[in-house]
């Protein structure tokens, strides 16, 4: 048996995952954890994109603390990953060095197209949907694909995600009319240069990754009374539902954000610049709910693994 280890460097998040592999080609997920790093902070209103120093320090903190789960472990193997902030950083590379230093991995930074290609992947063979268009919105970047009979047809990355949104438009706080007007309008414009083809997706579910998407998801199963709020595989919810929620958060200010999220309230100040986009999305391709993955681009980068093994 191997201990797969994947290291994640989000533009919101840095993620652990640790997988046993059999010898016979299947792997079972034994521990995850994540920390809330912000690669992406700094990056919505600047030309100039650059990985803060602050934020550097906390993802190598993350990285310290994750060493000590798997550090241990017989027979290991380590896949380190990056996304859209790093992707688009023109100090790259002191990060990557950095973390080479720290855990002896070569970080591999997907392109947008692998990114989205991955979240597909990990998708289409762990939910049971056969048609959809699947969102993962991150912090840096949100990826968009239309699933039809288990297939891609269409798969982008857009280069904005849930931090560098709130930056653009300063929906940290409570957004006023005229920020929310012109995000809306830019979302509009953005979706018909980029996605042209959502008009085959009408009536569709909407497949959602990424933490802003998850922490809805969360919301209601608390509002339900679900002991559990963290398997929210496979779950639903209908599109009036999510609309009254988003609506809810929409109306407070970060404050009230922070104590209606809970255990979520590190989101607080992002919710409504990751949760526009998605919203936008439903309302264009008419989709009657939404259902949750909490497979994406590590499981699909797994899947990948395994099939080459």
């Known amino acids: ?57 906390r993802t190598l903190d993350a990285v310290r603390k994750f060493q000590k789960h798997y550090e241990n472990l017989p027979n290991l193997k380590i896949k380190g990953i990056a996304t859209a902030a790093v992707r688009v950083a023109e100090n790259k590379e002191e990060f990557l060095e950095k973390i080479k230093s720290l855990t002896g991995v070569e970080v591999e930074i ?44 269409n798969l982008i990355s857009i280069q904005y995600g849930a931090v560098s949104l709130t930056e653009k438009f300063q929906t940290q706080d409570k ?16 979706f018909a240069k980029k996605l042209p083809w959502l008009s085959e997706a009408k009536d569709l579910p909407l497949v959602l990754l990424g933490g802003a998407n998850r922490t809805v998801a969360r919301k209601k199963l608390d509002k339900l009374d679900e002991k559990d709020t963290t398997n929210i595989h496979n779950f639903r919810v209908y599109k009036e539902e999510f609309q009254r929620i988003y609506r809810k958060w929409l109306d407070m200010d970060k404050t009230e954000r922070a104590t209606d999220l809970g255990d979520e309230s590190s989101r607080a100040d992002i919710i409504i610049g990751g949760l526009t986009p998605v919203m936008q999305l439903m309302l264009q391709c008419e989709s009657p709910y939404v259902m949750f993955s909490e497979s994406g681009v590590r499981e699909g980068i797994i899947f990948e693994l395994l099939a080459e093994k």
């Open 110 to 153: 997907l392109s947008g197209s692998a990114e989205a290609y991955y979240d597909y992947v990990g998708v289409a063979n762990c939910l049971d949907v056969k048609d959809a268009v699947i969102c993962d919105m991150g912090g840096g970047s949100f990826e968009v694909i239309l699933m039809k009979n288990k297939k891609a047809l």
């Open 175 to 190: 957004i006023n009319a005229g920020n929310l007007f012109e995000f809306e309008v830019f979302l509009r414009e953005l």
């Open 1 to 57: 048996m191997q201990n797969l280890v994947i290291l994640d460097f989000g533009s919101n998040s840095t993620r652990l995952s640790i997988n046993e592999v059999s010898d016979e080609g299947k792997y079972r997920e034994v521990f995850r954890a994540k920390e809330m790093t912000r690669m992406a902070e700094g990056m919505g209103n600047s030309e100039k994109k650059v990985l803060q120093a602050d934020a550097i320090e």
